[in-house]
């Protein structure tokens, strides 16, 4: 079925949903985006700066969905948002993903042990 109008994306500033800091060695951080108003949901764009990681090391992101008011998060990412951002060496990669309307808490992992990263993240709602 087609959709009955042209959706339109609400792009915001950079790092608007987490903005850019250092992520320690083997450090976790987390933060929400909440597209429970967007019709449609939204995509999120997570960034990775790095200096000296090994390339076989990187930021993994996951994303986690609630169905309450608690809110309880999943203990299990949603699907398509378990994935690592290796940039490698001294460098930058950026990833987007969409989620479906409602509430996630987005977990960002530092997998070297030894260096730190430098981690943001930009949302932009799909209305």
Known sequence: MPL????????NTRYNAYSS???????TT???????????????????????????????VQAFATADTGPNYDTVAFAGTNFVLAPGGSSTAAQSF??????????????DGTNAITVGATTAAVA
Request: charged fraction near 10%; glycine fraction near 8%.
């Open 30 to 60: 987390t933060f929400t985006v909440d597209f429970s108003s967007s019709s449609l949901g939204g995509f999120v764009q997570i960034w990775d700066t790095t200096t000296t990681v090994a390339a076989t090391n990187g930021c993994q």
């Open 98 to 111: 969409f989620l479906p309307t409602g509430k996630y808490q987005i977990k960002l992992t530092n997998l």
């Open 21 to 27: 800091q250092s992520l320690a060695a083997s450090g």
């Open 4 to 11: 009955q109008y042209d959706p339109s994306v609400t792009f």
